[in-house]
Nanobody
Framework: QARPVESGGGLVQPGDSLRLSCYAY????????LAWYRQTPGNQREFVAY???????NYADSVKGRFTITRDNTKGWAYLQMNSLKPEDSGIYYC?????WGQGTQVTVSS
């Protein structure tokens, strides 16, 4: 089973927006819950958001109202739209599909 592949990270200023993408070419993509996590140096990986196969979503309190997770089951893509970014949103963002993790994409929010 192929691992997810993240993309879309970068360096942005506080208040900017960024959209992360996660691609997973797996046969049963539409059956799995997909989640985004993030990690900063010296800290554990923390939950950001998930979306179930029924499109039920859940978010960490720190990102509610600013981040939106979506998925396209027909093409094996998922997205994390991040608005009103803050410096504390910086980190490596990982996509998790079922029990498989991607390699991560770096997001840096700095003025």
């Amino acid at each position: 089973q192929a691992r997810p592949v993240e993309s879309g990270g970068g360096l942005v200023q506080p208040g900017d927006s960024l959209r992360l993408s996660c691609y997973a070419y797996v046969r049963y993509f539409s059956s799995y819950t997909l989640a985004w996590y993030r990690q900063t140096p010296g800290n554990q990986r923390e939950f950001v958001a998930y979306i179930t196969n029924k499109y039920v979503t859940n978010y960490a309190d720190s990102v509610k109202g600013r981040f939106t997770i979506t998925r396209d089951n027909t093409k094996g893509w998922a997205y994390l739209q991040m608005n009103s970014l803050k410096p504390e949103d910086s980190g490596i963002y990982y996509c998790k599909l079922n029990n498989d993790w991607g390699q991560g994409t770096q997001v840096t929010v700095s003025s």
